[in-house]
């Protein structure tokens, strides 16, 4: 594991492995901080250190908010009882796959919302047309992804662990209803938020990224580079799966696993239940 005062080989070793690095970095301890990211899911039962969900949503509010609208809304869910409902809803078929979440103290759902807005328009007699458009959806969406990442951040800064679940989406229409969702908002994903256990027989260890030929285009969009530089990142996915004694899977086998109808697991229905909700997304 990594610590706030890793060196900065250290922490490219783990991001990069024996890949490409960048060498041009600008490094600060907030840089640090970024690239030591990894998701937790084994925790401790404790509950949030006071303050600390306060901390995380101010951070979430201090995100950019498309024309600050605030389309967004997270539901803190914290009640054991409820948890393991949403828990269960989350692992669907797969039976406590996301058991995780009923150990963690608490997970974040976060909404895209366009709730108060549809109201304060209706309220205002105007049409609310606009809303019914994809780009309001999308709007939605990109304005709670951009508000939970600044949350996560701000936990990560305060030793806490987090994991997102978009198996939030599996049951989308029976979350909503677990949780009192208004119309014109849906769970984009959750965010299971507490203090990880580092179990030594379990580690989790920052996960590889592939070299930055692999995301990062200049000017124009190099489809064959970004490709072919791929195959570096084939070898090292294959040693850290080796290093935690995980079987033969490649990177590639997940892509296409993850094409596989049953990956879905409920969210084929996710149209279906956005569309009840209220986004007509035309
Ligand atoms: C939007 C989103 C949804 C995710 N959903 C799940 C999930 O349902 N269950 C899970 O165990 N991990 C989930 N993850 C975590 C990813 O698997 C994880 O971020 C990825 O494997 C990279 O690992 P790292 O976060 O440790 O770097 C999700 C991540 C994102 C960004």
């Not at 306060?54 to 539901?75: I, Y």
């Not at 949350?151 to 677990?178: D, F, P, T, W």
Request: net charge neutral; aromatic share 8%.
């Amino acid at each position: 594991m990594t610590t706030a005062n890793s060196s900065r080989e250290t922490i490219l070793n783990l991001r990069y492995g024996e890949q490409t690095k960048p060498h041009k970095l600008l490094w600060n301890e907030q840089i640090a901080a970024l690239l030591q990211h990894r998701s937790v899911r084994n925790y401790l039962p404790d509950a949030l250190p006071d303050g600390a969900l306060e901390s995380m949503v101010a951070a979430a509010q201090s995100a950019s908010t498309s024309s600050n609208l605030h389309q967004w809304s997270v539901v803190a869910v914290t009640d054991p009882v409820l948890k393991a409902q949403i828990a269960d809803l989350a692992s669907g078929k797969k039976k406590d796959a996301n058991g995780f979440i009923k150990r963690a103290p608490a997970v974040l759902l976060w909404v895209a919302d366009l709730s108060r807005n549809n109201r304060i328009t209706c309220e205002a007699g105007a049409d609310t047309k606009v809303h019914d458009y994809l780009d309001a959806f999308v709007m939605a969406t990109v304005d709670a992804a951009l508000a939970s990442q600044n949350a996560v951040v701000a936990a990560e800064s305060m030793g806490l662990g987090v994991v997102y679940i978009g198996a939030m989406r599996n049951q989308a229409k029976a979350l909503a209803a677990l949780i009192n969702l208004p119309q014109h908002s849906f769970v984009t994903f959750g965010l299971v938020v507490g203090r990880p256990a580092n179990n030594p027989e379990k580690p989790e260890t920052v996960r590889p990224r592939p070299p930055q030929e692999v995301v990062l285009h200049h000017n124009r969009y190099d489809a064959a580079r970004s490709m072919q530089a791929l195959d570096a990142y084939e070898t090292e996915f294959h040693k850290f799966r080796e290093g935690l004694g995980m079987g033969h899977w490649t990177w590639k086998d997940s892509v296409v696993y993850s094409n596989k109808f049953e990956y879905m697991d409920g969210r084929e229905n996710l149209r279906h239940t956005v569309v009840e909700r209220g986004f007509k997304l035309l």
